[in-house]
């Protein structure tokens, strides 16, 4: 992991979340409600985007690493889902986005998706993908 950088808005205390429109480092709730007193303006990339029911566009620009390159998912894979209605109603659910956006955002992921297995609804999705992308087994 990198240096932490300090918030976006206070510039006091270290950041540990990020906006999830303009990407803006903040430390606090407090921050981030002072942050959005002013609307943001979300930064211009050429990166992947996907954008969740609630109408928030999250930017996948960051590079990551993958012990285990067979668990990458391929793109006939990542198509079956993003043509399931099955999953495309779930993500409608706005703690289910939440609770994915609370581990694309921390520092920590895979420890959040621990304690996102430990509840019913995350667990049903990850099984609706699971069957999704490996129908047979």
Known sequence: MGPRKKCGVCDEAESKYKCPNCLIPYCSLVCFKKHKEVPCVKPESSAAEVKLTSGVVVHAERPYHVDEPGEVLQQLQLQSIASSSEIRDALKDEELQKLICN???????????DKAMELDI???????????ISPHQ
């Open 122 to 132: 995350f667990r049903i999705f990850t099984d609706k993908i699971l069957s999704t």
């Open 103 to 113: 581990i694309d955002c921390s520092p920590d992921a895979v420890n959040e998706i």
